[in-house]
């Protein structure tokens, strides 16, 4: 908003700031931003091979699959080649104006790419203050063992739908036919009074 008038800024006329304090900020111009970006490019740059071990979860952003590109036996090669030594490649590349950090490895004979967070979004364990760990009673340890045992089975994930985007789609549905909507509010769960009854009422 403008503060001569109250109106909008135009879209045209909108600049990007960083803010250095609360009176202070330095303007960004479109063709400043536009001499950071990237050349385009469709290469791949390997930066490094790392033990699979040593990248947990925590590094893991969105996957991407990667086809041969002109080079069949190239490819494949090194598919395998990476799923022999059981080692990850640490790659860099241009995406949408952008340079992207990841995790190359085989995955069931060819080849994926999964983008990899940086240091400084990935929060190590040590920094969090958490409490020390007490070994639990064997009654607890039994009741967690048939909870697990319990609902064991194979990954079926095509079971876990979007329930909240099939909700709003049946939300859609009734008022295009009309239909008038009450909303109902879940009621709250009452807390357990303990881990062991909370392991006794999933059991049940």
């Known amino acids: 908003m403008r503060k001569d008038t109250g109106k909008e800024v135009e879209k045209d006329d909108r600049r990007k700031a960083y803010p250095l304090s609360r009176e202070t900020a330095v303007i960004l111009q479109p063709e400043d931003l536009e ?23 925590q590094w893991y952003d969105r996957p991407y699959y990667l086809g041969p590109d002109g080079d069949d036996d190239s490819y494949f090669a090194f598919t395998e080649a990476l799923s022999k030594k ?26 994926m790419m999964s983008t990899l967070r940086r240091a400084d979004q990935v929060l190590s364990f040590s920094n969090i203050e958490v ?7 064997q009654s607890e340890l039994k009741l967690a063992e048939q909870l697990v045992d319990s609902i064991s089975g194979d990954f079926e994930p095509e ?4 329930e909240h985007r099939k909700r709003v789609q049946s939300l859609i549905d ?14 709250p769960k009452a807390p357990e009074a303990s881990l062991a009854n909370a392991l006794k009422a ?3």
């Not at 059981?86 to 990841?102: D, F, P, S, T």
């Open 35 to 57: 001499t950071l970006e990237p050349p385009e490019s469709r290469d791949i740059h390997l930066c490094r091979f790392v033990d699979g071990s040593l990248l947990g979860d």
């Open 86 to 111: 059981e080692v990850i490649g640490v790659a860099r590349w241009v995406m949408r104006k952008k340079r992207y950090l990841g995790a190359l490895h085989a995955q069931d004979g060819y080849l």
């Open 131 to 137: 409490a020390k760990a007490n070994t639990p009673q």
């Open 159 to 162: 079971l876990w739908q979007d």
């Open 174 to 187: 009734a008022k295009l036919a009309g239909k008038k909507i009450t909303p109902r509010k879940p009621k």
């Open 202 to 204: 999933s059991l049940a």
